[in-house]
């Protein structure tokens, strides 16, 4: 047994060790004076407490976060709105007419919710019923027949 643990030993001790990877299983397993807290050797198998210089960086990437990143988060949100706006705006982008094909809005079933006709994300501006749109949209002085 003791030629057994100090074969496992001088294997276990030659393999290189990576950062947080701790001893190997086998030493877990075959020396019964293994510590978990780390075996002073000054290498942080993940066990010990970290170092208080690892926390140097952490105002940097505060700073970073509140000053860089949230900011450009912000801009790039108004840019997206005034871009999507007014691409909305031009006439193409109208919904179209409603055409009351057989094989669109079928409802074999009422659904679960509210009246039964109406779909969970039902938006009255832009998705029509089985018998047409609920709303009329206000004329921009484009006619709907050039569609």
């Not at 198998?45 to 990437?61: I, K, T």
């Not at 970073?64 to 706006?85: D, G, Q, R």
């Amino acid at each position: 047994m003791l030629a057994m643990r100090s074969c496992v030993r001088r294997f276990t001790t030659s393999l290189p060790r990576f950062s947080g990877s701790g001893p190997s299983v086998a030493m877990k397993e075959v020396d019964p004076n293994w510590d978990p807290r780390g075996s002073g050797s000054g290498r942080n198998d993940g066990w010990e407490r970290h170092d208080p210089s690892d926390h140097a960086n952490v105002p940097l990437w505060n700073k970073l976060v509140w000053f860089v990143t949230i900011p450009a988060v912000v801009v790039t949100s108004i840019y997206a709105y005034v871009v999507e706006k007014e691409h909305m705006s031009h006439p193409e982008h109208r919904r179209p007419p409603f055409v009351a094909y057989e094989y669109l809005r079928r409802r074999t079933k009422p659904f679960p919710w509210g009246d039964g006709n109406h779909t969970l994300f039902h938006n009255p501006e832009v998705n029509a019923l089985p018998d047409g749109y609920e709303t009329e949209l206000p004329s921009h002085g484009h006619d709907e027949a050039h569609h």
